[in-house]
């Protein structure tokens, strides 16, 4: 069965610091990988996401995420965050098959709050 | 705007009332799915359809059924509402279900308190 493993729940940091969230998933099949950005009282919202190609992604407002498949990882990082920063942020992974359903495992989610 | 819209935003119900969350995509998406989030436990799917006409039970289950009453709406309901519901309610859509590139659209939320 695949899992996702978010290990941090929360994760303060100043602003401007660079910050890094970490994601690990298990899979013995090709998976695609995704991060979501969840604001205060509102729903998810995807971030980025790898599918294929190039191992190193990146987002509208400065995020990147990495994939790496020896170590199954799928990390996010930003060189200096801000304030909008502040959110929840939950890595997300598709297990790829022949066709039909394609489960998507959820991790439990990393709170970013940003010190200002 | 395009996208998710869930009816209600806030719902408080006692325990054994029944109701139903609505859910519509303007996006001409094929499958739409109900997750609920609880703390420390990330998004649990609940139900989804793959297409109008078809629905298929998640992880939990037990205790929501839903309707897919056209290619636009997918409502749950809670028939007889339980204190271990508590939680907050999303509904998502995607293009289809074998499409998973295309990632989820999700709703704002229904936050449902049982007491």
């Known amino acids: 069965a695949q899992s996702v493993t978010q290990l941090d729940s929360q994760v303060p940091v100043f602003e401007e610091a660079p910050v890094e969230l970490r994601c690990n998933y298990s899979s013995s099949v090709s998976v695609y990988l995704f991060w979501y950005v969840q604001y205060p009282n509102q729903g998810l919202q995807l971030l980025l996401k790898y599918l294929s190609g190039s191992t190193l992604v990146e987002s509208i407002n400065g995020f990147e995420a990495e994939f790496n498949k020896s170590q199954t990882s799928f990390h996010l990082r930003k060189p200096s965050v801000h304030i909008s920063d502040t959110a929840e942020y939950f890595c997300a992974v598709i297990k790829l098959n022949s066709g039909g359903y394609q489960k998507v495992t959820f991790g439990t989610g990393t709170k970013l709050q940003v010190i200002p | ?115």
């Open chain 2, 1 to 115: 705007n395009a996208g998710v819209t869930q009816t209600p935003k806030f719902q408080v119900l006692k325990t054994g009332q029944s109701m139903t969350l609505q859910c519509a995509q303007d996006m001409n998406h094929n499958s739409m799915y109900w997750y609920r989030q609880d703390p420390g436990m990330g998004l649990r799917l609940i139900y989804y359809s793959a297409s109008e006409g078809t629905t298929d039970k998640g992880e939990v289950p037990n205790g929501y059924n839903v309707s897919r009453l056209n290619k636009r709406e997918f409502s749950l309901r809670l028939e007889s509402a339980a204190p271990s519901q508590t939680s907050v309610y999303f509904c998502a859509s995607s293009p289809r279900t074998g499409a998973g590139g295309y990632g989820y659209t999700f709703g704002s939320g229904t936050r449902l308190t049982v007491v």
